[in-house]
């Protein structure tokens, strides 16, 4: 084999799927800050996991138990 695998076709419930953009006068900033801030916030939490040993699922207490 040469490393390279064949293309797989997506799932039908994805190849139904358009996505089509929308030119427009002046760009929403207010929702593109929003979803900036909100990748910030996601990666800032996942890093804060990974440092201290957590599972992004739940925190963790010192005895070791997982509250929800």
Not at 19 to 40: C, N, S, V, W, Y
């Amino acid at each position: 084999m040469n490393g390279t695998q064949p293309k797989k076709s997506p799932p039908a419930r994805i190849r139904a799927y358009r996505i089509e953009a929308e030119h427009r006068e002046t760009p929403d900033l207010h929702k593109l800050a929003q979803l900036f801030i909100g990748m910030t916030f996601a990666r800032v939490d996942a890093e804060r996991n990974v440092r201290q040993g957590q599972s992004p699922s739940g925190r963790q207490d010192e005895g070791g138990e997982v509250e929800s």
